[in-house]
């Protein structure tokens, strides 16, 4: 991919500054990197990113000639001096910069337990005050249809006997996201959507780190009345939109394998004062 071609480039030209890794530490780079760069189009999931966290260790318990490898416990990263950025060997990064939204999904879906453990890691969203001023609706089975027949009441559509509006079907799982602003006369209300926003966005990012296919979804009917009062909103709350998750189709890890699609100039989001 063109993303990992510019990494490259990056790194070399920081060998020419003089700055140059043992030997020992360029294989085992290599291995991280082979192993990030498979992250995705193999197909799995959360556990590689823990077991790549981990890495292994030696057990020294055991008899120096029959020593055997076991995950470490997990380590946070070292926030004493600022990293190198690399987005092909980092996975945040990696999971950042390779992110798309995957209109068509396989029925597959993360569990309920799984949600809360992704959605308690992203509410470490900045957050002024605080407050979280957001939460999330779980969408299944025929709670789709239900919001289908909102969708259609929202937009006065009349449908035959029998029909139903089949957009929300098209995953097996939705996640309504919700502003809900707090009273707090320091954080105004269109900083506490902001925050809401982001919270939905690094839930993005954290279901496609663990292997899911993410597509936020809305539309001028989001907050009619009709949807509104199925998502039983109070006043303040602000429906956000849905995001449609699911497994990631084959033909779109085949895509992805040889996607050429480069990320945009950063200049363009620059300027100073």
Same mark, same amino acid.
């Given at each position: 991919m063109?993303?990992?071609?510019?990494?490259?480039?990056h790194?070399?030209? &920081? &060998?020419?500054?003089?700055?140059k890794?043992?030997?020992?530490?360029?294989?085992?780079?290599?291995?991280?990197?082979?192993?990030?760069?498979?992250?995705? /189009?193999?197909?799995?999931?959360?556990?590689?990113?823990? &077991?790549?966290a981990?890495?292994?260790t030696?057990?020294?318990?055991?008899?120096?000639?029959?020593?055997?490898?076991?995950?470490?416990?997990?380590?946070?990263?070292?926030?004493?001096?600022p990293?190198?950025?690399?987005? #092909?060997?980092?996975?945040? %990064?990696?999971?950042?910069?390779?992110?798309?939204s995957?209109?068509? %999904?396989?029925?597959?879906?993360p569990?309920?337990?799984?949600?809360?453990e992704? =959605? !308690?890691? #992203?509410?470490?969203?900045a957050? !002024?005050?605080?407050? &979280?001023?957001?939460?999330?609706i =779980?969408?299944?089975?025929?709670d789709?249809i239900?919001?289908?027949?909102?969708?259609?009441?929202?937009?006065? #559509? !009349?449908?035959?006997?029998?029909? =139903?509006n089949?957009?929300?079907?098209?995953?097996?799982?939705?996640?309504?996201?919700?502003?809900?602003?707090?009273d707090?006369?320091?954080v105004?209300?269109?900083e506490?959507?902001?925050?809401?926003?982001?919270?939905?966005? /690094?839930?993005?990012?954290?279901?496609?780190?663990?292997?899911?296919?993410?597509?936020?979804?809305?539309?001028?009917?989001?907050?009619?009345?009709? #949807?509104?009062?199925? !998502?039983?909103l109070?006043?303040?709350?602000? /429906?956000?939109?849905?995001?449609? =998750?699911?497994?990631?189709?084959?033909?779109?890890?085949?895509?992805?394998?040889?996607?050429?699609?480069?990320?945009?100039?950063?200049?363009?989001?620059?300027?100073?004062?």
């Open positions: 063109s993303k990992h071609k510019d990494s490259s480039e790194r070399g030209s &920081k &060998k020419h500054s003089g700055a890794k043992p030997k020992k530490d360029d294989g085992a780079c290599e291995v991280t990197k082979g192993r990030v760069r498979s992250h995705f /189009l193999d197909g799995e999931t959360g556990p590689w990113a823990k &077991k790549l981990a890495g292994p030696t057990d020294e318990a055991s008899d120096p000639d029959e020593q055997t490898l076991r995950p470490a416990h997990r380590q946070g990263p070292d926030y004493s001096v990293s190198s950025i690399d987005i #092909v060997a980092d996975p945040v %990064l990696h999971a950042i910069s390779t992110r798309r995957i209109s068509k %999904l396989d029925p597959e879906t569990n309920d337990s799984d949600l809360r992704l =959605i !308690h890691a #992203v509410s470490s969203v957050d !002024h005050k605080g407050l &979280k001023p957001w939460r999330f =779980i969408i299944r089975g025929d789709r239900r919001l289908g027949k909102a969708l259609d009441d929202a937009g006065e #559509v !009349h449908r035959k006997a029998g029909e =139903i089949a957009k929300p079907l098209r995953a097996e799982l939705l996640l309504a996201l919700v502003a809900s602003p707090q707090n006369p320091k105004p209300e269109w506490q959507h902001a925050t809401a926003a982001g919270a939905g966005h /690094l839930l993005e990012l954290a279901l496609w780190q663990a292997g899911w296919g993410v597509m936020w979804r809305s539309g001028n009917l989001t907050n009619a009345p009709a #949807v509104r009062r199925l !998502h039983r109070k006043d303040k709350e602000l /429906l956000m939109g849905w995001l449609y =998750i699911g497994a990631v189709p084959e033909r779109y890890r085949q895509r992805l394998a040889h996607s050429t699609r480069p990320l945009p100039d950063p200049d363009q989001f620059l300027d100073t004062l």
